[in-house]
């Protein structure tokens, strides 16, 4: 699958970078209401590319060439690139590598494909370290770990904390994380183990917690299950769903919910937590619109993230149009800020030519696009409230109905007591309450 990024910068402004048959690596930037025009990064690199930011808010992203592996650095809107491996792959063996920068040096996380040659069904994860001299260190053998489940995955907690998610195999198949700091790292811990293929895997590290959402594919049905570490152990595992055709899970934090997300045949649904990930409402099927073939891409934010506002590391988008992030809009409704008109969009007539209409043609359709989503959301949106209107009706008028009858007949008894205390009827005799009637109390 190729990789894919959404990466939120400075002022709510967001960037997406993609590879692209014809550009290679490309990126479109999202500003005052529309995406910009596409701009080839790195032409001719093969999609298995990784991004990542340091603790100023630098991107760094590594590509392969036909054999070579190069570091991109983007600062202050200029991509420069440098040699980092060379000749250290092919284009029949791309690798994936992922930089983590520790203040002025870096280390890279890469898978070596000398499992894929030898036929083994597992391939050594590698991490090498250079220095801030430009010295390379030895290549050290984190652990060796299963391609076929996924390929790894890296969360930064902290500048200087990082979790390395991926699944290995022994008796069976496990899926995990280890810890990575400049000065050590740690052994394997462990989410989940099963005997059965995992067939996807969404992770969401937090400064405070784990959480794990896994499809487990088995013979005739498949399960998602959900795991979270929040003190020293995981919770029990909770089964969200069970059906025969689950897939695209995803985990985000929105204003203090915790949103677990996945398909099942062609409907997207989901299953939202109040509690941190105690308990989980039931299954219900997602109302808004969604795109009919969904993958995942990666989320990054330069800006600081939190559980009780807004916490995400990946996000759905359109296959078939990577600029088109679906569901964000609808749950997170600030995410696309309003668009701003300046002078300049209005030049006078003599000024206009050919290009500037073509211009503001293309940005015209791209915020009629934009808009037209939001109204069809909006529109999905009011007829779930008008249902909702119509059931809060119907309980109130049969509430209404209840209290009448109630009242009727408590009407009826203060008029009866009310003829008792005129004389008018007879009282009738008392009736002794007691539980024991022969006793003095």
């Not at 391609?147 to 290995?168: D, E, W």
């Amino acid at each position: 699958m190729k990789n894919q990024y959404i990466v939120q910068i400075a002022d709510n402004k967001l960037i997406a970078i993609y590879h692209d048959d014809t550009s290679g690596i490309a990126m479109r930037a999202f500003d005052n209401g529309r995406w910009g025009k596409p701009a080839s990064i790195a032409p001719d690199m093969q999609p298995n590319f990784t991004l990542s930011a340091d603790s100023r808010g630098i991107l760094y992203m590594l590509c392969q060439d036909s054999s070579n592996i190069l570091l991109y650095r983007f600062t202050q809107g200029e991509w420069k690139s440098r040699m980092m491996l060379e000749g250290s792959g092919s284009k029949q063996i791309p690798l994936h590598a992922y930089p983590i920068v520790f203040g002025k040096s870096m280390s890279l996380i890469y898978s070596s494909p000398s499992g894929n040659i030898t036929g083994s069904s597992e391939s050594p994860l590698m991490l090498r370290r250079i220095d801030e001299h430009g010295t390379w260190h030895a290549p050290l053998i984190i652990d060796k770990y299963t391609p076929s489940n996924g390929s790894f995955s890296v969360q930064a907690i902290t500048p200087s904390h990082y979790l390395l998610f991926y699944a290995k195999k022994s008796n069976e198949t496990s899926v995990g994380y280890v810890e990575i700091s400049p000065e050590r790292i740690t052994a394997f811990n462990t989410i989940y183990s099963t005997n059965q293929r995992i067939a996807d895997t969404s992770f969401l590290a937090t400064n405070n917690s784990i959480h794990a959402l896994l499809i487990i594919k088995g013979m005739f049905s498949t399960q998602v299950i959900y795991r979270k570490k929040s003190n020293a152990n995981f919770s029990a595992p909770i089964t969200l769903a069970e059906a025969p055709q689950i897939s695209n899970c995803l985990l985000m934090f929105v204003s203090g919910k915790l949103h677990a997300y996945f398909t099942i045949g062609s409907h997207l649904v989901s299953a939202n937590s109040s509690d941190f990930g105690e308990t989980f409402s039931s299954v219900s099927r997602c109302t808004t619109k969604f795109c009919a073939e969904p993958i995942k891409s990666s989320y990054l934010s330069q800006m600081p993230m939190r559980e009780d506002d807004y916490f995400v590391r990946q996000l759905f988008v359109d296959r078939h149009n990577t600029t088109d992030i679906q569901l964000l809009p609808d749950i997170y409704e600030d995410f696309y800020p309003l668009p701003t008109r300046t002078s300049t969009e209005n030049p006078p007539l003599e000024a206009i030519s050919e290009s500037h209409i073509t211009t503001q043609s293309e940005t015209l359709r791209d915020e009629l696009a934009l808009y037209k989503y939001k109204l069809d959301a909006a529109q999905l949106q009011l007829q779930d409230k008008e249902l909702k209107f119509a059931k809060l009706m119907q309980t109130s008028s049969h509430e209404k109905s209840q209290l009448q009858d109630r009242i009727r007949y408590l009407e009826g008894k203060l008029h009866n007591l009310e003829a008792v205390h005129k004389n008018e009827i007879p009282p009738s005799p008392a009736t002794d309450t007691r539980k024991y009637p022969l006793m003095i109390i």
